[in-house]
């Protein structure tokens, strides 16, 4: 028997004998979790049910402002971007991204959007307008994959939001991932650590009886270490931000979230 028909016909025999499956490996299984799947039935009910759900007031008034003409040039976000519906499709999931050679987060997308083409001022961050407007874009890519992936524009800012993830900050001495990577799962405080992914920001938690953005959150993270905060809408911020919605691209889209 030559070599070639000792592959074909022992080699498999071997392998069942073995237990080994003999055909290509499966795909490594997704074990990453939304932070849905950690609430009790009610809050997933209330996010789930638009008429629960409490966000449902920041999505209409982020619908009246994208048709509400203003700023110097009195145009409407809907003057340049259309049937939000249809043209706003996919756009949240594609942020934080590189605009301009800078990054960009929705909310900063936002703000630039206001100054360059309505000649109108800022929304200041987690202010109710800002907060509405993002919500609302957000939504029209509500259940659509996160589209986040490494390109030679945005190389750098991941890698330093990746940093940022893995540095030990604050007085206790913690970082994002020893809590949000290493812990995942256990408890503290009676409560199970999530695996951070970003899938529904803004938000609304319960526990701020209103919505709130992810810079929000992390900066709650900051204080819970006993670290200096990232200012609203620094490079910092948003290089953290690109690399945890990274980290959860292929998740759907959530928005509107709702938390405990």
């Not at 979790?33 to 950690?38: D, F, P």
């Not at 499709?89 to 100054?115: D, H, M, S």
């Not at 020893?178 to 009676?190: E, F, I, S, T």
Request: charged share 20%; with cysteine.
């Amino acid at each position: 028997m030559n070599l070639f028909i000792f592959c074909c016909r022992v080699l498999p025999i071997l392998a069942i004998l073995l237990g080994v499956d003999s055909s290509l490996a499966e795909p490594a299984k997704d074990v990453r979790q939304s932070s849905y799947q950690l609430m009790t039935p009610e809050n997933q009910a209330m996010q789930d049910d638009p008429n629960l759900n409490p966000a449902l007031f920041w999505v209409m008034d982020g619908h009246s402002l994208w048709k509400e003409n203003t700023g110097k040039k009195n145009v409407s976000c809907a003057s340049c971007h259309g049937d939000s519906s249809r043209k706003m499709v996919g756009v949240a999931t594609q942020f934080p991204k590189v605009q301009k050679g800078k990054l960009q987060t929705l909310e900063g997308q936002i703000n630039q959007c206001r100054t360059s083409r309505q000649e109108a001022p800022t929304f200041a961050y987690e202010s109710k307008e800002l907060l509405a407007l993002t919500t609302f874009v957000a939504t029209q890519s509500k259940g659509l994959p996160i589209a986040i992936q490494e390109t030679p524009q945005n190389k750098k800012d991941l890698q330093e939001g990746r940093q940022i993830f893995h540095e030990r900050m604050g007085q206790l001495n913690l970082s994002c991932a020893q809590c949000h990577q290493d812990r995942a799962g256990l408890k503290l405080g009676g409560s199970l650590i999530p695996q951070g992914h970003p899938t529904a920001y803004p938000i609304y938690r319960i526990e701020w009886q209103t919505m709130g953005s992810l810079q929000r959150r992390l900066r709650n993270c900051m204080s819970g270490v006993r670290a200096k905060q990232f200012e609203y809408g620094s490079k910092e911020m948003a290089q953290l931000e690109l690399f945890l919605i990274w980290r959860a691209r292929g998740m759907p889209l959530e928005t509107p979230g709702v938390r405990p």
